[in-house]
């Protein structure tokens, strides 16, 4: 079993920078690839980017390439997505998960076996 426990949304100016964290507890985050997805109001739940287990590969959707950056602390058990010059596209639900994948980056939701409660970030014009 995993938890996964997001933290660090909020309401940012669009061109601003917020950084989310993804506290894991359970089983070592070092056994799983982890990912972001988000949910916007009416839409499906998305995916955002995603970093195998070894921390040696990441995937990214292409709408944040250049602007997002996955990375991971294994002393922590912290996965970080540090959001740069953010858009108001971008405002979302935003949701860590955690999938038993060795060197590939699903981008489905089912792909994934645990999910974090999510946190909202909104990004205002």
């Known amino acids: 079993q995993v938890q996964l426990v997001e933290s660090g949304g909020g309401l940012v100016q669009a061109g601003g920078s917020l950084r989310l964290s993804c506290a894991a507890s359970?089983?070592?985050?070092?056994?799983?690839?982890m990912a972001w997805f988000r949910q916007a109001p009416g839409k499906e739940r998305e995916f955002v980017a995603a970093?195998?287990?070894?921390?040696?590969?990441?995937s990214y959707v292409d709408s944040v390439k250049g602007r997002f950056t996955l990375s991971g602390d294994n002393a922590k058990n912290t996965v970080y997505l540090q959001m740069n010059s953010l858009k108001p596209e971008d405002t979302a639900v935003y949701y860590c998960?955690?999938?038993?994948?060795?060197?590939?980056?699903?981008?489905?939701?089912?792909?994934?076996?645990?999910w974090g409660q999510g946190t909202q970030v909104t990004v205002s014009s």
């Open positions: 970093m195998s287990r070894s921390g040696g590969s990441t």
């Open positions: 359970g089983r070592t985050f070092s056994s799983y690839a």
């Open positions: 998960a955690a999938g038993r994948w060795g060197t590939a980056l699903p981008m489905s939701v089912p792909a994934y076996d645990y």
